[in-house]
């Protein structure tokens, strides 16, 4: 008898998350399946604190938008098999032309203009390619990949990636005009 393999759609999967017995869990929804992402460490906790307040303080300034953190989740893909992707991103930003008004309780169904992922021990190399390739998908015009151990960071577009060192400046390019911070100063706390 062969089985067939049963996926969970987005509003299922949020459905489910709320529950008391899965309080505790960090999850996502790719392609339709619950995967279990495990807690970040010190060192990612301090990544994220130092990018976040920097592109938070400019975001606040230009009044253009909200930056997002704690694994906001954002429904990156729907199709009518239930193979919906639900992500959580550890940053990310969303102008106020794209999500004009209050933030809903549920996770957002438009896809930020940028997304930023710290990259952790347990992640997989697999798993990010496939969270980039989703996002970029979904229509996310600039992803920044961190990689604490290396101090470097991964810029991706629809056109382009590049990696930039400690001497290096990420900037917001046409997302985030003007924003720059140096990438050592990323890294300054961890």
Known sequence: MIVEKQFISAEAFYDII???????????????????????????????????????????????????????????EQN?????????????????????????????????ELAVEVISLSNKAEDIEKKTQQLLKAGTALIWIVYPDLQSVAVHTSDTAVRLSQSDMLTGGEVLPNFAIPVREIFADA
Do not use: C, W
């Open 80 to 112: 009518p098999e239930g193979r919906d992707t639900l992500r959580g991103l550890d940053i990310a930003y969303i102008s106020t032309e794209r999500l004009p008004g209050s933030l809903p309780r549920k996770p957002l169904l438009v896809a930020p």
């Open 18 to 76: 709320q529950r008391p017995e899965h309080a505790d869990r960090r999850v996502e929804l790719v392609e339709g399946e619950i995967v279990d992402m495990p807690l970040p460490n010190p060192i990612h906790a301090a990544v994220l604190t130092s990018l976040s307040t920097a592109l938070n303080v400019f975001v606040k300034l230009q009044g253009q938008g909200r930056v997002l953190t704690g694994d906001v989740a954002f429904i990156l």
